[in-house]
């Protein structure tokens, strides 16, 4: 994702304020902080799971959906100005 992203007007016609840049960077950060929580509580819950467990699959695949979250989340983050 490139700079141009944040070219996009807001319904007013003008362009993102800086206010308006750290808004969205915290709320990033915010999600950012409650993946890693995510990340953390289901590969905990993995681990402790028996591989035959019909549950131990489903904790995984949430890990790797956690984990795809987190670097779309870090993605928009960098492409802010």
């Given amino acids: 994702m490139a700079q141009s ?6 319904r007013s016609g003008q362009a993102p304020t800086t206010n308006q840049h750290l808004a969205v960077a915290g709320a990033l950060h915010d999600l950012n902080n409650v993946l890693l929580i995510m990340a953390a509580n289901t590969s ?35 492409a802010l100005p």
């Fill in 5 to 10: 992203a944040w070219l996009i007007t807001s």
């Fill in 44 to 78: 905990l819950a993995a681990r402790h799971l028996p591989v035959e467990h019909p549950v131990h699959r489903h904790m995984w695949q949430a890990g790797v959906a956690v984990s795809q979250a987190a670097l779309l989340a870090q993605q928009m983050r960098d």
